[in-house]
């Protein structure tokens, strides 16, 4: 996989972007005065970042795997250490299914109704490859998703939830805790002896 060097990331128009930022040269990135990008992530081949007017927020240690897209008018933000497995959806923004209106992005905005609504995943969440977010969800601290569930509303922290739509499988361990306190010191001595 071939990534986006310093010269070619500082072309981009981020908003910000941090240490040991990787970036396929395949993935594509709309709106990046929009997206802030924090240390240590890695954007896979095939991505999709498409920020609106609320933003895109990513935090540090993040992986979003291939295929995976990221859209709409809303704020959507990932906390540290996430992990998006491939072809995840995650939408800030939908059209109004209801018939009363257009659907589309290239029709005009007097025809449509589309709803837009932040989408927020904490920290330590990992999300199942093939899942769909849809807007207003919001992932609790630690949250695990298993692959191809559907996500629309609230997940509370440490836990395991999974299926169409998500439901409550089991807790989850919160042991990533302590090996986050130990991979920031690993971290740090890394950064500081290289």
């Known amino acids: 996989m071939a990534y986006l060097n310093h010269a070619k990331l500082d072309a981009l128009g981020l908003k910000s972007y941090g240490n040991d930022v990787k ?3 395949w993935a ?31 935090g540090s240690h993040i992986h979003i795997a291939a295929y995976t897209s990221i859209i ?7 906390g540290n250490y996430c992990n998006i497995s491939s072809r995840v959806s995650i939408y800030s ?3 109004d299914y209801s018939g009363e209106y257009l659907t589309s992005p290239v029709v005009s ?14 920290s330590h969440c990992i999300i199942g490859a093939g899942t ?16 191809m569930s559907l996500i629309n509303g609230e997940l509370l922290a440490l836990n395991i939830y ?26 740090e001595y890394k950064k500081n002896n290289n």
Request: glycine share 12%.
């Open 132 to 147: 769909v977010i849809l807007p207003g969800s919001n992932l609790g601290l630690g949250v695990a998703v298993g692959a």
């Open 93 to 95: 923004s939908s059209d």
């Open 72 to 78: 709409g008018k809303s704020l959507v933000k990932l």
């Open 23 to 25: 970036i396929s040269e």
């Open 28 to 58: 594509r990135i709309y709106n990046p005065n929009q997206i802030s990008i924090g240390n240590n992530v890695r954007i896979d081949d095939f991505c999709i970042l498409s920020a609106g007017d609320g933003g895109l927020e990513l």
């Open 109 to 122: 905005d007097l025809f449509t109704n589309v709803t837009h609504s932040p989408v927020m995943i904490g």
């Open 162 to 187: 999974a299926g169409i739509p998500a439901k409550l499988i089991k807790p989850r361990s919160k042991n990533f805790l302590n090996h986050e306190l130990e991979h920031k010191d690993f971290y």
